[in-house]
């Protein structure tokens, strides 16, 4: 389990076109203040929020997923904190790789 005070969080957000607009609760907003409630809670840090709206969840290359990336490499976050494993991607055999690395 991890140390409060050593949690360098990061909140990723994603929504597709294909999510449509009838999906309110998955909406940015709102997985936004949910995650950041939660984080809070935990006593945690919030270093930065990195939002994909409009892409798909078929491929890795997206602007706010490589960016989130680039920042775990530096040592800048160490901790991840998505609404659900769909947002991080939709392809499974992909999410379980970064989750392990």
Not at 12 to 38: F, V
Request: hydrophobic share 30%; glycine share 8%; net charge negative.
């Amino acid at each position: 389990m991890r140390e409060q005070q050593n949690c360098r969080a990061a909140i990723y957000c994603r929504l597709s076109s294909e999510d449509g607009a009838d999906h309110e609760s998955m909406s940015i907003g709102n997985q936004r203040a949910l995650l950041t409630e939660y984080v809070q809670k935990q006593g945690w840090e919030v270093v930065d929020t990195y939002i994909d709206d409009g892409f798909s969840g078929t491929n890795f290359d997206r602007p706010g997923f490589q960016r989130m990336i680039a920042d775990i490499e530096k040592g800048r976050i160490n901790l991840v904190i998505t609404k659900d494993l769909s947002r991080l991607g939709r392809n499974y055999i992909m999410c379980g790789q970064y989750t392990e690395i």
